[in-house]
């Protein structure tokens, strides 16, 4: 995730989120498993408007 991370250099912005006790299979998982978690967490980041990042 880290390294994920400092590779996005050229994004407006990076944000990271962890789910606790989260699994690869969340976004298919049951509500208790955190799955409402994952999907705040995309509503809010596709809710955020777009900002164009100035050339170097």
């Known amino acids: 995730m880290t390294t994920l991370a400092q590779d996005l250099s050229e994004a407006a912005s990076v944000r990271t989120v962890t789910i606790p006790e ?3 299979y969340v976004h298919l998982d049951r509500p208790e498993r955190r799955r409402g ?3 705040a967490e995309v509503i809010r980041t596709l ?3 777009a900002v164009a990042k100035a050339a170097h």
């Open 22 to 24: 989260a699994t690869h």
């Open 37 to 39: 978690r994952l999907l």
């Open 47 to 49: 809710a955020q408007p």
